[in-house]
């Protein structure tokens, strides 16, 4: 097990180990991806490590090496056991009462050492009722027991939950970071670099990409339609966007799209092209007016803002095809 980046949480994490007061609820908060659970196996092992250097674990003992591979009894991967409970339940089956259950389960004492840690995945998408149920255990522990949430969306999470845990931030990796985590799992340097431009920091998503061995749907449709605005081929660009299933895919290739046409227009004015998408933006730019390219922008953009309004998706995706094109036919300048 290795950690990437996660500077700022690990810098909080060593305070607390330092000052021997590590708290007993975590809210790791960060996108999914950025090893927010990788993390929490990390935490587990700062509360469990037998042989500690200056509070960090070495992440090379019996005990580390059991956590990071999710098979020590006291590190318990809370959703899997609580979504196991209720599939043995006999119905009616109920979730709030497998997490009581399980909870109840917790207040026995730990297996092998004389801490529990408990990680629980994604915070924000429990219920109110199931986030109440959980808020009994944090607000009055039982010293053996130690908590670890993570969530995306920090909003979702009861303020009554958000007032009873330390919250840690868990950040996309920088770009150093993200190059040596591909290393490590054998992705040569260009494509590295190729994937940061396609997910920023977010060392998950990347491998993820690359292991679907696919490109994320809405940047293909996104650099697709570009090339047949460029080319003057509507059908192509129809075909590109209605690809596309969901209004938030939609936005997202109006969103690359926006930012290829804006490309497309500084390299108007001379400068250089760069990024994933500088391909479209330079026959954009070798083909069209600078008028044209202005008017695909603000249409672009305009209908980037119309995303949410249009409730059926593959009408929207025509729609977006016909505007842009309109766009550009009215070119006769230049
Ligand atoms: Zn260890």
Redesign the pocket.
């Known amino acids: 097990m290795k950690i990437y980046g996660k500077k700022r949480a690990l810098e909080a994490l060593g305070r607390f180990a330092a000052s021997g007061r590590m708290p007993h609820a975590l809210l790791l908060c960060g996108d999914e991806g950025t090893g927010r659970r990788t993390l929490a196996d990390y935490i587990a092992?700062m509360y469990m490590?037998?042989?500690?250097t200056d509070g960090r674990?070495?992440?090379?003992?019996n005990?580390?090496r059991r956590i990071a591979e999710h098979i020590h009894p006291d590190a318990v991967d809370a959703t899997a056991e609580v979504n196991r409970i209720y599939e043995s339940m006999t119905p009616p089956k109920n979730h709030v009462k497998a997490l009581r259950i399980f909870i109840a389960d917790c207040s026995k004492m730990p297996n092998d050492g004389d801490v529990r840690v408990i990680i629980f995945e994604g915070l924000d998408n429990m219920t109110v009722l199931e986030q109440n149920t959980l808020l009994k255990c944090i607000e009055e522990p039982l010293e053996f027991n130690k908590y670890v949430f993570t969530a995306s969306n920090k909003t979702l999470v009861l303020q009554t939950v958000l007032s009873r845990v330390v919250t840690l931030n868990v950040d996309d990796a920088g770009k150093a970071d993200f190059i040596e985590a591909m290393a490590d799992n054998g992705i040569a340097p260009g494509r590295a670099d190729e994937l940061y431009g396609l997910c920023g920091g977010n060392i998950g998503a990347a491998l993820h990409l690359e292991e679907s061995g696919g490109d994320i749907p809405y940047r293909a449709a996104a650099a697709k339609a570009a090339d047949a605005v460029a080319s003057g081929r509507e059908y192509d660009c129809l075909e590109a966007m209605l690809a596309l299933k969901t209004r938030e895919e939609i936005f997202d290739a109006l969103g690359v799209l926006s930012d290829i046409f804006a490309a497309a227009a500084a390299a108007k004015s001379g400068r250089p092209v760069t990024g994933a998408f500088a391909e479209q933006s330079g026959k954009i730019s070798s083909r069209l007016g600078l008028k044209a390219i202005t008017r695909l922008h603000g249409e672009a953009v305009k209908l980037y803002g119309l995303s949410f309004t249009n409730p059926n998706v593959k009408l929207f995706a025509a729609e977006c095809c016909s505007r842009l094109f309109g766009a550009v036919d009215n070119r006769q300048e230049n």
């Open positions: 092992m490590c037998g042989s500690q674990p070495c992440m090379s003992c005990t580390c």
